[in-house]
C-alpha cells in the first residue's frame, strides 16, 4: 500500500525507489529538506524490507577501549587526553587481556577495539594485544581500528598502510570499525578535527584494506556545523568507494554529542535528525548492506523507532563504552542480550543474533554457549 505523500517531491523518489533505481544528489537534497519524515521513513522502510524483510541483526560484543591518550586535540571529541593529563589513562596489555573477559559470561562475539592516538604505544605492542586476546579468545572476532588509527600507526613506524594492515592482520585483525570519518569536507573537518588525516586519506585507507580482503564499516559524523550538502558528499563518497571495493558492511551514523567538548554551543540533534539521517542513508547507500542504530547513540528508544525507518542493525551488548559517555550521552554502555530480544520484537521485528560478518549465531540454552552458522 503506496500512502499519500504530504510533500508531492517526494513521488518522482518513490518511482525510482520502487524500480530499484540509484537515487541522485538532487533526490538527497529533497530528502533532507522536506518536513514529510513519515513519507522518507516510508521509502526507506521500502528499501530495508526488500533487502532484509523483517529481520533485524544485533551481536553480542564487548568495546575495549585501551587509550584515551590522544596526539589530536579534535574539537568534537570528549575522549581523548593528552599523555600529561592526570584523568588520562592507558592500560597495559594485561589490563586489556583481563578487561576483554569481563562479561564474557554472555560469550561476546566481537570485540569492538579502538582507541586515542597515543604517542608512545608502537605498532608492535598493538600487534601483542592482538595476538594475547586470539590466544585467549579464539572464537572471538577482532573489529579493531579506525582508518585514522591506521594513518597513525604508518606515520610513526614510516611504514606503508599496506605494511601496517598486513601486520594487524597477521597478528588477529580480523576486520575494521567505521568510525573517524566524520565529515570527509575539508573545510568543515579543519574545523572539528584538523589534526586528523584527510577525507581523502580516510578512503585512500579504507580502499587499502577492502582491497586486502579486510571488511570495515563506515561512519558519518553529524549534527555539528555541517551542512546537507556536506552530509550528501559524504555519503556519496562512501558509495563510490562501495562501487570499487565492495567493502563496506555497515553504515552508522553517529550523532553529535557536544558535552565535554569544544563545541559545546551547537546543541544536540533531535529525534527528527536522527530518524531522518538513518532514513536518508538507508535510501542513498544503495549498494551497503546494512545500516545500524547504534543504540548507545541514539538511546534504545530512537533506535527501536528506526527499525521501521530503514535500519535493520542495532549493534550489540557493547558493556563499556567510553567515547558517548565522555561526550554526555546517557544511554548507558550496556544493554544485556534479552533486551535487544525485547527491543527489536517490539517493534516487530525478528531478531537475528549475528556474527561481525554477518553469519547467524546460534545459542544453546545456556546463553553463553553459541555457533557460528556458516
Ligand atoms: O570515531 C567522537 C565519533 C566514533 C564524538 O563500526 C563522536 O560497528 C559523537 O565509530 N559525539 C566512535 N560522536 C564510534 C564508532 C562506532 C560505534 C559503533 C559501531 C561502530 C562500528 C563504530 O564516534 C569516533 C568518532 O567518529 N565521535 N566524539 C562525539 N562527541
Redesign the pocket.
Known sequence: MTPVFDDRRLLPIRDKVSAGQRLSEQDGLTLYRTPDILGVGWLANQVRERKHGNKTYFNVNR?INPTDVCVAS?K????GKKAKDPTAYTMSMEDVWERAGKGYAEAVTEF?I?GGLHPELTLDWYCEVLRGLKQRYPEVHL?AF?M?EIGYFAQRTKLSITEVLHRLKDAGMDS???????IFNERVRRIICDHKLSGDQWIDVARTAHKMGLH????M?Y?HIETPEDRLDHLLRLRGLQDETNGFQ?F?P????????M?EHVGKTTGFNDIREIAVSRLMLDNIPHI?A?W??MTPKVAQIALRFGANDL?GT?VEEH??K????SSGQNLRRGELLRLIREAGREPVERDTLYRPVERKEQENVFTVLV
Open positions: 568495546h579534535c568534537l571529541c570528549a575522549f569492538h579502538v573489529k579506525t585514522v575494521m570499525p567505521g568510525g573517524g570519518a566524520e570495515s564499516n563506515c561512519t559524523l549534527g555497515t552508522i553517529l550523532a553529535f554529542h557536544p558535552d565535554n567538548t563545541l545500524k547504534y548507545v547513540m549493534d557493547v567515547i558517548y565522555d561526550a554526555g550521552g
